[in-house]
């Protein structure tokens, strides 16, 4: 097989970080760091397989593949491949599930902490000679807090919900969640989504983007949080009205915000929550950890060669 990677460089940075040998395995491999959208025909035309990340595969883009009969993501969402077109011209489409949920709920957790802990503020105090220069040997130079006995809030109760919620336990939190099905499990009360938002004192996003997601963090749901609630988002950008926050944080109404996910990505110039105080914002690494890398890679050569062996898995629309 002929095996074009789009946009290689948003799974790895090279061989001594994650090594594509096993997929050097399965065909010739061309690999470009990123591809513009204009140049996707030129680049895909003689290709069998395709393997991208957010590369747009539509059907003007695709039209000129004639080769092309798979298409697999680097990814769980697929939103960006025209599964349509896809199916009708007899292209599988073929995405990874479930590879992320230790990492998002690791970096989850370690953004509640930093704001709870206050672990980099301290650092730098201490890096800055506050310590050296403290009269007594435990400077309370920030207010810090403990996670037991307070209510998370968690919005979305899928795979990576639920692993939030199995560490929320261990801390001693209490746990509400609210997802459509209203079901839970002994980790986690169902709570409808207004109540969830008034009782938490930590809210945290696990639903994916769609039209009933879209926004749904605004200035009115923002306006129902628990007065100094902390708001966490590792899921999607669009999920966010972020003037709305922002304007949530500096009023005081939450007292402060940690997200991996802007709209759009990477950060804009003009992103309205760039600098803010008490945001915090990490660039979209929670699922980026080595071995969940590694785990993905091997779910996307797993999903190849169930497909040439003619039982392809992981369809997208099936």
């Avoid at 092309?68 to 073929?94: M, P, Q, S």
């Amino acid at each position: 097989m002929k095996i074009v990677l789009t946009d290689v460089i948003t799974i790895t940075n090279g061989e001594d970080d994650l090594s594509l040998a096993p997929l050097r395995e399965l065909g010739e491999i061309i690999a470009y760091p990123l591809t513009d959208y204009e140049e996707i025909p030129a680049r895909i035309k003689d290709a069998d397989a395709v393997i991208c990340n957010k590369t747009r595969l539509d059907s003007t883009s695709l039209a000129g593949a004639e080769n092309l009969k798979y298409i697999g993501l680097w990814a769980t969402g697929f939103d960006n491949i025209d599964v349509a077109y896809c199916r009708k011209n007899g292209i599988t489409v073929c995405n990874a599930g479930s590879y992320s949920t230790s990492a998002v709920a690791q970096h989850t957790f370690a953004l509640i902490l930093e704001h709870y802990s206050k672990v980099g503020a301290y650092s730098g105090f201490v890096r800055g000679g506050g310590w050296k220069k403290s009269p007594t040997f435990s400077p309370i130079a920030y207010r810090t807090n403990e996670l037991a006995g307070k209510t998370l809030g968690i919005v979305g109760y899928g795979t990576i919900g639920r692993a939030v919620a199995k560490i929320a336990r261990a801390f001693g939190m209490d746990v509400l969640a609210f997802n459509r099905s209203g079901e839970t499990d002994e980790f986690a009360q169902y709570a409808p989504l207004d109540r969830l938002l008034s009782e938490s004192d930590i809210v945290t996003a696990h639903c994916p983007l769609n039209d009933d997601s879209r926004l749904m963090f605004n200035a009115r749901t923002f306006s129902q949080f628990k007065e100094g609630a902390l708001f966490i988002n590792t899921a999607r950008g669009g999920l966010v009205d972020e003037q709305a926050l922002k304007d949530a944080v500096l009023s005081g109404h939450l007292s402060g915000a940690a997200i991996d996910v802007l709209y759009p990505e990477p950060m804009s110039d003009g992103c309205v929550l760039s600098g803010v105080e008490r945001i915090t914002i990490t660039p979209h690494v929670a699922w980026a950890p080595i071995e969940t890398r590694r785990r993905l890679l091997s779910i996307v050569c797993e999903n190849i060669r169930a497909f040439c062996s003619g039982a392809p898995q992981n369809v997208v629309g099936d």
